[in-house]
């Protein structure tokens, strides 16, 4: 069974910073890439930072250069390092793990989302 768990979420003031985890079960071994999304009230889920499994990353432009995404794969788990967090950062952040068999995304997963709230 593939469980995606995010923790890490809270609230804090603009200018501070928050680590996500996403601890996973069940997917880490064999998925392709993991990524981090967020998405915000009446606004569309987008992405904020993935990781593959050589460890590339990219990120959105939103926040690069203030988030990392990171995995330690000894704990099948998955990080988002968020610094000089803004008002607009403010949004449920869901954990994602995606197979692909050559661009085409075969199996995608999702966890339950966790609400990060940056006050200014």
Known sequence: QVQLVESGGG???AGGSLRL????SGVF?????????RQAPGQTREMVA??????V?????????????????AKNTVYLQMSSLKPEDTAVYYCNAKLFSGLVV?????G???QVTVSS
């Open 106 to 110: 075969t199996r995608e997963y999702w």
């Open 57 to 73: 990353t990219k990120y959105s432009d939103l926040v690069k250069g203030r988030f990392r995404i990171s995995r330690e794969n």
């Open 29 to 37: 071994e064999y998925c392709n890439a993991m990524a981090w999304y």
């Open 112 to 114: 339950q989302g966790t």
């Open 21 to 24: 985890s996403c601890a996973t």
């Open 50 to 55: 993935t990781i593959d499994n050589r460890g």
């Open 11 to 13: 609230w804090v003031q």
